[in-house]
DNA sequence: ATTTATTTGAAATGAACGTTTCAAAGATAT
DNA sequence: ATATCTTTGAAACGTTCATTTCAAATAAAT
């Protein structure tokens, strides 16, 4: 179906634009926001300065596709624990054991690159902000609803509402995150992970 | 009493050191190591560049010497809040409901200056480093013993050993003041203090 | 008052920053 | 092959960066 008004079809986009948004958070999560110069980039995507300028506009604008792409890889690896689940409490213990495999395979772990975004721009940046609060309310609404149904599993206790006990662990989530940056003892965040969920049986 | 090889006296410095550390630590708080400019710093000291320079080294030796300061007036509020608590667990409690008042007095929370840190550096300048592992240590040890003196007094149960439970609540601490970002509502925070401490009671 | 040693202010340093420019290269449809 | 429109590469843009320089101001001891 040709359209009249357009006559010619111009060059396409060469590369792999996931890719090269993959190679990009790399470096993004590595440094933070400011710490990455946009000849990090440059040296990382392989891309030169236009092409990153034509494709993705500004360096701010390139970080949020990051931080998306980010996000969404850490969503699909969550359905994937939750398939391995027994029962919607076991899938809440499972996703922090995610988090620990993540901390410790890295060597130097920088933590959860939401978390850092969080800790460096909140509040700072309208975009990020707003992305920053989306974020928390899917992450809510999504801990809300498995410990809801861990409630009526009767896997999890109800001494407190699925809403608090979902406030709790995303909290926790991030505390957990933060620690496991300079732990790296594989016993002790064990440790930390039964100390967090034990409220919840 | 006169050296006699200490000639003359200088001219002294005329400006309240601690008073400058505690403008610069302003600035680093609110916008992190990176985004602050010596410029920033230049204009929240009213020092000259070259007399900030003359005084603290390097841009890196100053914010270090704020991290101190910061750290500082931690521990010194952290006694005052000790000295109000009527038992071990109670000032554990006292504790995360102090930044909690920190927290909601900040109209824009940007969460723990040393935590930031961490997300933003940690791992990657040595100094800073082991600046974060003393500090992880001396708060891991402060915790360690009053959860010991907690557990004595029958005010925390045993399930766990005063090093497992000082572990879980250093973690807790930095997810408590990581969520206190973008979580402003008093009663939602008051939730995640009273499920964090529900598990040692 | 003079000497001594330091702080101070203003300007300058060179490097790095994010972003723009623009001619050349290239891919598609005619 | 030609026309069309985008991507690409290299260079340059003006700004801002952390840091240095150095003469002038200053305070204490002689």
Redesign the pocket.
């Known amino acids: 179906m040709?359209r009249s008004f357009q006559?010619?079809?111009?060059?396409?986009?060469?590369?792999d634009r996931d890719f090269v948004v993959s190679q990009a958070t790399e470096v993004f999560h590595d440094k933070g926001y400011n710490a990455?110069?946009?000849?990090d980039l440059v040296d990382a995507t392989g891309?030169?300065?236009?092409?990153i300028?034509?494709?993705f506009g500004?360096?701010?604008s390139l970080f949020i596709d990051c931080l998306e792409a980010y996000q969404n890889k850490y969503q699909k690896k969550t359905s994937n624990v939750l398939l391995d689940a027994k029962n919607p409490a076991n899938a809440i213990e499972l996703l922090f054991h995610m988090y620990k495999s993540d901390m410790l395979n890295d060597k130097n772990d920088r933590g959860c690159m939401i978390t850092n975004c969080k800790s460096e721009m909140a509040n700072h940046d309208k975009k990020i902000t707003s992305f920053l609060n989306l974020n928390q309310k899917n992450t809510l609404e999504f801990l809300e609803d498995l410990v809801e149904r861990g409630q009526q599993e009767k896997h999890i206790n109800t001494n407190k509402s699925a809403k608090e006990y979902a406030m709790y662990l995303f909290s926790s989530l991030q505390g957990f995150r933060m620690t496991g940056i300079l732990v790296q003892n594989e016993k002790q965040l064990d440790g930390i992970i039964k100390t967090i969920l034990q409220t919840l049986i």
Chains 1, 2 share one sequence.
């Open positions: 040709k006559i010619n079809m111009p060059k396409v986009e060469t590369f990455t110069s946009m000849q891309l030169n300065r236009s092409s300028y034509n494709s500004c360096k701010l």
